[in-house]
């Protein structure tokens, strides 16, 4: 029964990509939804009977790929992913049935958006080199194809791809060396083999594998400073590719540390740690302060998942150094903590790109300094980023907070310890977490109160309309799962520690404990976090009725009246005289200048008359990421120097190949002698 | 039986530390005006004048801009709401408060942080440009103040082997010591650079300006009258009285109920009445003698406490 499901989940996704791809205007999208949606349903029931039995699903068979054959094994860690990418691919692909007359229902992208999930939920089930590597190669090549599907209209589009092909496949080849050195030291390609033979390897090879590895999977999910391509091409991909990205694919990168550092190679030494918490902490500090400094409502959240990655790998890299230093029940709590906030990120990123591409189908635009006064023209996808913000922003009764508070606690009880270098960096760790809460939260205020609240700044922002019913239903859903996770996050708990058990040498099954308030085990740690949001609701019931009961009966009803703010004096304002953005972000902004150097420009015009009078000022300010510029662009141009230099070798001339066949020749009969 | 009467006195501690608050909060900004007006020079308006202020803006009618949508409303609301929630399950009066098993620090200020949103979120929704400069401000301080507030929590919490409240109060009675202790006092003082900022006291924010440009907490508020514009000035001051009482309460946990009792929650509320009023009129005193400073100074300020509070977590982990 078990395998049906995982046939079903590839069968599936296969069909609706070929259905995607060859029936006509009208009917393909809902073919393709209706297919995927099978997909995820066989995924979530393989994934269930997993983790409630706690036995593996395997599959393996030689008729797919030839030499190497196909094996498939679904532990409960890769359960937790299946369970995680259907939940967003569910609600995206739901979304995407209104979606798709906003120019993603062309064959291609109609046939890639499912293949692209269908590889999402395969890469988890995946257990040898191979197939690890194809799943791996196929999601990176159909949301390369995502990413591409306005390019025809946004030239950003076409670029934002390219930067994606050349990281993702430069993480690719890092993934892949360090997977042939594995299966080269072990002597099979399955992950079974490779699991058995791996911890005899010596010292130096497992440092060359995991640093590989965390590179190439660290680069899918984000890690500064291998995020350059997020930013760009989650913010061109649309709605529902975003969400996907952000929302799902990002997990893998995650899931694929986890799967070579703890289960492959069954945890290291501190210094690997240390290394993961580090990767997080710059991750975390750099995303946050981008985020709270972008204008580009797409490009904040992208900015975003690379903070909250760089959280998870906190979390990651705080269990593995607990684990290492002999704190098995903190080592414990820190690995559920990062698989909660993975879960987290997942949900409320997914509501939050689907309200931010309903968004960018109804005003034409991303830029927030253009927005304004949408949550009275599009009041349910308002309350769904605003909820969404609520929740990456760790506030409670929402899912965020939970998943932070564990890891505080995790961070908390794991000092004091012996080992200095562990308590130096868990203090810095939690400085880094707490600045970038603190970062988190004034980006999300930005991008909710300048893009949805205020009067409108522009003419498309005042003449939106509300969303097509499935892409509320959609991002609601998403929503509401926010809640739902905040309020009893233990419906999850009990999965996640099951698979966190299953990840290594984390023996977590039983972490955390109770229905209504959350125990720490063997730890003094409790948070009811619906009792919480239960006596916030009381106090807001009570405080409202008390205002209802001052208001006159003398004074009209409605109780509150419409009038024109202050302004000073002035009679009438404009919504060109709102702060923006930009202009929000301006303290911050200068208060990390020395961070992000963002690029000014002041043009000051003056009439021909007098110089005494200005016609017009001009500023421009912007803050492009400042290790592409520094970093990534010198390389770009370098290397395209050097290509240059490199075609004077070639001029065409027989004769100087000839030579240069001579020569070589030469050289190795020299060498050879 | 038992358990019915067990549940009654603890609605019945929580009702009361929330009342001793809502009145709490008011006098207070109104001993603090009353201190900086006799050193002024001036007489001074009477101490209850915030409360009689209050009653005069319920009985006032409610305003909203044009463009506004449901968050305005909101935000006031929320804002009282944290306070109140937070009130009641915290160790003010009692050192064992209703649901004290679950009331976490880190929980404490992440509710508080949520009516800090909502308000600024509703600034923001005003559509004016005092709202979003009065937003942007307290933002900007706000995400600067968070990582002192949290490592400052560290480093109490790492001492006790726990974040939770309750728990931090009762050692600091059954082990004097751990208050003598750096970690505790840096933490402490930086908690104290918080409160300051976070309320909007000098040297960060001037309550009293009456100049936009200058604003950061009454720019953000400028739109609000009648019903809203009094829950506001009342969930501002009995935030303020509630940090400093957890603040007092921390430092000098003596007097707190430690045990069940009418008798005992009555010294309760008078030990935290005193230590309260002794720290609001100390720095009611600071204010008079400080100036308000640049908002591109406040960093320094900021950074300043974060050091101190990582300093007192370094000392907690060291010992």
Redesign the interface.
């Known amino acids: 029964m078990n395998v049906v499901y995982v046939v079903t989940v590839g069968l599936a996704g296969l069909i609706a990509a070929i259905l995607g791809g060859a029936l006509p205007l009208a009917s393909r999208v809902g073919a393709a939804v209706a297919l995927t949606w099978l997909s995820c349903g066989a995924g979530i029931a393989a994934a269930v009977s997993v983790l409630s039995s706690g036995h593996v699903i395997s599959l393996s068979t030689t008729a797919i790929l030839p030499l190497t054959g196909v094996t498939l094994v679904l532990n409960p860690l890769g359960a937790l992913f299946v369970i995680s990418i259907s939940v967003v691919a569910l609600a995206s692909t739901l979304y995407w049935l209104g979606y798709a007359s906003h120019g993603l229902d062309t064959r291609s992208a109609s046939s890639a958006l499912p293949l692209f999930v269908t590889s999402m939920l395969l890469v988890p089930f995946a257990a040898s080199v191979a197939t690890f590597l194809v799943l791996w190669e196929m999601m990176a090549l159909t949301s390369l194809v995502l990413v591409l599907t306005d390019q025809s209209r946004r030239e950003a589009a076409r670029s934002a791809a390219q930067w994606y092909a050349v990281m993702t496949h430069a993480g690719a080849a890092a993934i892949l060396l360090a997977l042939i050195l594995l299966s080269a030291h072990s002597g099979g390609q399955t992950f079974a083999d490779i699991e058995a033979h791996a911890r005899h390897l010596s010292g130096a090879v497992r440092g060359t594998i995991f640093v590989l590895a965390l590179l190439g999977f660290g680069s899918k999910a984000g890690a500064v400073p291998l995020h350059v391509w997020l930013p760009k091409a989650h913010a061109e991909a649309p709605g529902p590719a975003s969400a996907l990205m952000s929302g799902a694919m990002v997990n893998l990168g995650i899931y694929g540390i986890i799967l070579v550092g703890n289960e492959l190679l069954g945890g290291g030494p501190v210094w690997w740690w240390l290394l993961v918490s580090l990767l997080g902490v710059v991750s975390a500090l750099y995303g946050a302060l981008y985020a ?1 400094t972008s204008s580009d409502l797409k490009r904040l959240l992208a900015y975003s998942t690379t903070d909250n990655m760089g959280l998870v790998l906190i979390a990651l890299g705080a269990s593995g150094l607990f684990g290492a230093v002999g704190r098995p029940t903190t080592a414990a709590i820190a690995m559920v903590a990062a698989l909660l906030l993975l879960i987290n990120h997942s949900v409320f990123k997914g509501a939050l790109f689907l309200a931010a591409g309903a968004v960018q189908a109804a005003t034409g635009t991303r830029d927030l300094d253009r927005l ?2 949408l ?2 023209r599009m009041p349910v996808t ?1 309350v769904v980023f ?1 909820v969404g913000a ?1 929740s990456v ?4 009764p929402f899912n965020g ?1 939970v998943g ?2 564990l890891l ?2 995790g ?3 794991g ?2 310890t012996s080992n200095t270098s562990v ?1 130096i960096s868990v ?1 810095v760790a ?2 880094a ?3 970038t ?3 988190t ?2 980006a999300f ?2 991008a ?3 893009g ?4 409108a700044r522009s003419i498309e922002a005042a003449e939106a309309h509300e969303a097509a019913i499935t892409m509320r239903l959609g991002a609601a859903a998403l929503a509401t799962l926010c809640l739902v996770l905040g309020l009893v996050p233990m419906l999850v708990l009990p999965a996640i520690e099951r698979a966190a058990a299953s990840a290594g040498r984390v023996s977590a099954t039983s972490a955390t404990g109770g229905w209504i ?1 959350l125990h720490l085990l063997g ?6 976090p619906s ?2 949001a239960g ?2 609701a009381i ?2 019931l ?3 009725v008390i ?1 209802r009961l ?3 009966r003398s ?2 009803w409605p ?10 004096g002035r009679k009438l ?1 404009t ?1 060109r ?4 953005a930009t ?6 902004q ?2 990390f200048d020395d961070v992000i150097r963002p690029s000014r420009d002041l043009d000051v015009s003056h009439f021909v008359e007098s110089r005494y009078y200005i016609e017009r000022i001009a500023y421009h300010t912007s803050n492009d990421d400042v290790l592409e510029r520094h970093f990534y662009r010198p390389f770009i141009a370098s290397v395209r120097w050097w290509g240059q230099r490199a075609r004077r070798l070639q001029n065409g001339s027989v004769h100087r190949y000839l030579a240069f066949g001579f020569v070589a020749l030469v050289i190795v009969l020299v060498v050879v002698a | 039986m038992n358990g019915l009467t067990h549940v009654l006195t603890q609605v019945l501690v929580a009702l009361f530390q929330v009342a001793a608050v809502a009145v709490g909060g008011p006098l207070l900004l109104g001993l603090m005006r009353k201190v900086r007006s006799r050193l002024e020079g001036r007489a001074g308006a009477p101490i209850h004048q915030p409360l009689l202020d209050l009653r005069k803006l319920f009985a006032k009618q409610r305003m909203r801009p044009r463009d506004s949508s449901w968050v305005f409303g909101a935000g006031p609301v929320v804002l009282v709401a944290t306070v109140v929630a937070v009130t009641a399950v915290s160790p003010l009066v009692s050192a064992s408060p209703p649901l004290g098993q679950s009331s976490d620090f880190f929980a404490v200020v992440f509710v508080l942080l949520l009516g800090s949103v909502l308000l600024a979120l509703s600034a923001l929704d005003t559509g004016t440009a005092f709202g979003g400069m009065g937003s942007s401000r307290s933002m900007t301080i706000g995400a600067l103040c968070e990582p002192a507030l949290l490592v400052a929590i560290l480093a109490m919490a790492i001492a006790a082997r726990t974040s939770n409240l309750p728990a931090l109060v009762r050692v600091g009675i059954s082990h004097p010591a751990v208050i003598a202790s750096p970690a505790r006092i840096l933490a402490l003082a930086s908690f104290l650079v918080v409160i300051l900022a976070e309320s909007g006291r000098l040297p960060v924010d001037n309550p009293s300006t009456h100049l936009e440009l200058t604003m950061i907490h009454e720019a953000m508020v400028l739109e609000y009258s009648g019903a809203d514009l009094g829950l506001i000035i009342l969930g501002e001051s009995m935030r303020l009285v509630f940090l400093l009482g957890l603040f007092v309460n921390l430092f000098v946990p003596w007097g707190v109920a430690d045990r069940p009792g009418v008798l005992f929650v009555g010294l309760g509320l008078l030990a935290l009445v005193a230590k309260v009023c002794a720290v609001g009129a100390t720095i009611a005193v600071f204010e008079v003698f400080t100036a308000k400073l640049r908002l591109f100074r406040l960093p320094e300020l900021l950074a300043g406490g974060f050091v101190l509070a990582l300093l007192g977590a370094l000392t907690a982990v060291v010992r």
Not at chain 1, 393 to 396: G, I, K, Q, R, V
């Open positions: 709270a304004g006064g949550m009275r308002g605003f609520l922003a760790a506030l409670p907070f932070e508070w505080f606690q961070l908390l009880h000092l004091p308590v203090a939690v400085a977490l707490a600045l809460g603190g970062l939260v004034a205020v930005k909710t109160g300048i949805f609240l205020g009067r308030s730890l003094r740690g409790v948070l009811a009792l919480l006596g916030l106090a807001v009570v405080v409202i205002r001052t208001h006159r004074h009209a109780a509150v009246n419409p009038v024109e703010p202050w302004g000073s304002q919504a005289m709102q702060y923006t202009s929000f972000a301006e303290p911050l200068r208060v």
